[in-house]
T-cell receptor
Framework: DTEVTQTPKHLVMGMTNKKSLKCEQH?????MYWYKQKAKKPPELMFV???????INESVPSRFSPECPNSSLLNLHLHALQPEDSALYLC?????????????FGSGTRLTVV | AQSVTQLDSHVSVSEGTPVLLRCNYS??????LFWYVQHPNKGLQLLLK??????LVKGINGFEAEFKKSETSFHLTKPSAHMSDAAEYFC??????????FGTGTLLAVQP
């Protein structure tokens, strides 16, 4: 299995809702990432998990709450979002150490906040 | 600080003609560089990566890139464009162990 699977593919939520995005990989990668991509912009890093521990938080607002329950799963819990949080949320995974590794991205969850 | 600059926001070519997408990098040491492609409403697909092995890197779908230290460049090329190559292309540099910095992207249009 060489894929990163993200669910759901599309999500519409109100500003008072609580929802979660899910990401799963079975490549044995021990680093997992959340990126946010606004329309016609490059992806921007949000969080990095290394060996199931949060290693990078790019000053993301607390209404986004990441969770890595095991080495194959990464969640992003959403609460009280704003319309400007509407974007494509991409999950990725990779090895942790070494110099010759790439990053595998999922197809993303397109989130619309109304 | 490490960064990448994509010199063209839009490139338009005719089907069957060569493709050149330009990327310059800034790094104080030998960087790890990547090219990713994103088709409309899709995720990111790795085309190729440079990690200090061969300077000419061959990727998927006929793409290749050459790492030129003297010019601090990592341009992406393809000899003959296909309609299916129309997409957004990102040049990316790895910073530290786990952080990727993306260029601003180049939108490739392929005319019939």
């Amino acid at each position: 299995d060489t894929e990163v699977t993200q669910t759901p593919k599309h999500l519409v939520m109100g500003m008072t809702n609580k929802k979660s995005l899910k990401c799963e990989q079975h490549m044995g990668h021990r680093a997992m990432y959340w990126y946010k991509q606004k329309a016609k912009k490059p992806p921007e890093l949000m969080f990095v998990y290394s060996y199931e521990k949060l290693s990078i938080n790019e000053s993301v607002p607390s209404r986004f709450s990441p969770e890595c329950p095991n080495s194959s799963l990464l969640n992003l819990h959403l609460h009280a979002l704003q319309p400007e949080d509407s974007a494509l949320y991409l999950c990725a995974s990779s090895q942790v150490y070494g110099t010759d590794y790439g990053y595998t991205f999922g197809s993303g969850t397109r989130l619309t906040v109304v | 600080a490490q960064s990448v600059t994509q010199l063209d926001s839009h490139v338009s070519v005719s089907e069957g003609t060569p493709v050149l997408l330009r990327c310059n990098y800034s790094s104080s040491y030998s960087p790890s560089l990547f090219w990713y492609v994103q088709h409309p409403n899709k995720g990111l697909q790795l085309l190729l990566k440079y990690t200090s092995a061969a300077t000419l890197v061959k990727g998927i779908n006929g793409f290749e890139a050459e790492f030129k230290k003297s010019e601090t460049s990592f341009h992406l090329t393809k000899p003959s464009a296909h309609m299916s190559d129309a997409a957004e292309y990102f040049c990316v540099v790895r910073v530290g162990a786990n952080k990727l910095i993306f260029g601003t992207g180049t939108l490739l249009a392929v005319q019939p």
